[in-house]
């Protein structure tokens, strides 16, 4: 199943890294290995995250879905559970926390746009259609909307907002490469995330055999079960 490119975070995070102005005399390498870490928990977490999300209040009408949500586990607990602790730990927990509310923000703002996501509700030969998953879909065109929220710079900035005072050393190049580099790998793992088994159902107000054979769904529903986003 696709997830979060651990090798791509783990490159871009050094690289920004390695770009920044620190004092000539800076230990980087420590930090590289936490890159490479963060890289790894990122990932874990995301995994854990996505077997338990569930897609819900979605509308069918024929074929076509409109509207839904996404009803999240916390990513914040999960992130720290396999994110660095002890020295590392201050980081962590701006870096989980920043995470968790990009991610919230842009699944707050998913929608299908009107998507054929059922063709057989078009016209379905019975009074209630019953439940049949939906045609495999992109996760990237329901999460469309609110994607410039997973970006490198809002995420930047939920991380620096979320240190303590006085703020960790080189605290803003930290977020700034773990920003980049999960904006990076969230993005490609959006595009590559398919949509699979979202049970859709509905009634058939039309179907009166035997003059009307078959008829369009018509306000149907979605199961909100977990899962739709975990193959």
Same mark, same amino acid.
């Given at each position: /199943?696709?997830?979060?490119?651990? !090798?791509? /975070?783990? %490159?871009?995070?050094?690289?920004?890294?390695?770009?920044?102005?620190?004092?000539?005399?800076?230990?980087? %390498?420590?930090?590289?290995?936490?890159?490479?870490? /963060?890289?790894?928990?990122?990932?874990q977490?995301?995994?854990?995250?996505?077997?338990?999300?569930?897609?819900?209040?979605?509308?069918?009408?024929?074929?076509?879905?409109?509207?839904?949500?996404?009803?999240?586990?916390?990513? %914040?607990?999960?992130?720290?559970?396999?994110? !660095?602790?002890?020295?590392?730990? $201050?980081?962590?927990?701006?870096?989980?926390?920043?995470?968790?509310?990009?991610?919230?923000? /842009?699944?707050?703002?998913?929608?299908?746009?009107?998507?054929?996501?059922? !063709?057989?509700?078009?016209?379905?030969?019975? !009074?209630?259609?019953?439940?049949?998953?939906?045609?495999?879909?992109?996760?990237?065109?329901?999460?469309l909307?609110?994607?410039?929220?997973?970006?490198?710079?809002?995420?930047?900035?939920?991380?620096?907002?979320?240190?303590?005072?006085p703020?960790?050393?080189?605290a803003?190049?930290?977020?700034?490469?773990?920003a %980049?580099?999960?904006?990076?790998?969230?993005?490609?793992?959006?595009?590559?995330?398919?949509?699979?088994?979202?049970?859709?159902?509905?009634?058939? $107000?039309?179907?009166?055999?035997?003059?009307? $054979?078959?008829? $369009?769904?018509?306000?149907?529903?979605?199961?909100?079960?977990?899962?739709?986003?975990?193959?």
């Open positions: /199943m696709p997830s979060l490119n651990v !090798p791509l /975070m783990r %490159e871009v995070s050094r690289a920004r890294f390695a770009a920044a102005s620190l004092p000539r005399k800076a230990n980087r %390498e420590p930090y590289y290995q936490y890159f490479d870490a /963060m890289a790894s928990a990122l990932k977490a995301v995994d854990t995250w996505r077997v338990q999300a569930v897609i819900s209040d979605v509308k069918i009408m024929g074929p076509n879905a409109f509207g839904g949500k996404i009803t999240l586990p916390a990513l %914040e607990g999960m992130i720290r559970g396999f994110a !660095p602790a002890g020295p590392w730990d $201050p980081y962590s927990r701006a870096i989980a926390a920043g995470v968790h509310n990009q991610v919230r923000a /842009m699944c707050s703002l998913a929608v299908f746009p009107g998507l054929p996501l059922y !063709p057989a509700f078009a016209a379905f030969p019975l !009074p209630m259609a019953p439940p049949m998953p939906n045609v495999p879909t992109s996760l990237m065109t329901f999460v909307p609110g994607l410039v929220q997973v970006e490198t710079t809002p995420v930047r900035d939920q991380i620096i907002g979320k240190y303590p005072t703020k960790p050393l080189y803003n190049e930290v977020a700034g490469a773990i %980049e580099g999960f904006s990076k790998a969230m993005q490609q793992w959006l595009g590559s995330q398919q949509i699979l088994n979202l049970m859709g159902t509905g009634r058939v $107000p039309a179907y009166a055999p035997p003059y009307v $054979p078959v008829g $369009p769904v018509v306000n149907g529903w979605v199961l909100a079960n977990p899962g739709s986003i975990a193959a």
